[in-house]
């Protein structure tokens, strides 16, 4: 990338850097608009081969809500959190020690 400046053409050191700046930023969006108006084009491309049958179940599946990852919690995992809340010891810790939520905790120490 030249920016094709020439430093003796400014009255001072500082205009011919403001220059050189405002030159690599036009540069840069430049380039980012390109980039990015051929993966718009891209896109309008696929988005008119689809049904609208299958282009409204993608944009369902985009928009919706994503599935919860429920913890793995073992039985052994249960005992632990059951023992080590009767001895006292603060929720925050058994979540952060068997790798769970804090609610996970309170749910197990109820039963």
Same mark, same amino acid.
């Given at each position: 990338?030249?920016?094709?400046?020439?430093? @003796?053409?400014?009255?001072?050191?500082?205009?011919?850097?403001?220059?050189?700046?405002?030159?690599?930023?036009?540069?840069?969006?430049?380039?980012?608009?390109?980039?990015? @108006?051929?993966?718009?084009?891209?896109?309008?491309?696929?988005v008119s081969e689809?049904?609208?049958?299958?282009?409204?179940?993608?944009?369902?599946?985009?928009? @919706?809500?994503?599935?919860?990852?429920?913890a793995q919690i073992?039985?052994?995992?249960?005992?632990?959190?059951k023992a080590m809340?009767?001895?006292?010891? =603060?929720?925050?810790?058994?979540?952060?020690?068997?790798?769970?939520?804090? =609610? @996970?905790?309170?749910?197990?120490?109820?039963?």
């Open positions: 990338m030249k920016l094709d400046l020439q430093p @003796s053409n400014f009255s001072s050191k500082d205009a011919f850097v403001r220059a050189a700046l405002a030159k690599a930023r036009d540069l840069a969006v430049q380039t980012w608009e390109d980039e990015h @108006s051929e993966r718009q084009s891209l896109i309008e491309r696929e689809l049904s609208k049958n299958e282009l409204s179940r993608r944009l369902v599946k985009l928009l @919706s809500r994503p599935n919860r990852a429920r073992s039985e052994g995992m249960r005992n632990k959190a809340r009767k001895k006292g010891v =603060p929720v925050r810790e058994i979540a952060a020690e068997l790798g769970i939520s804090i =609610p @996970s905790v309170y749910n197990i120490a109820k039963d």
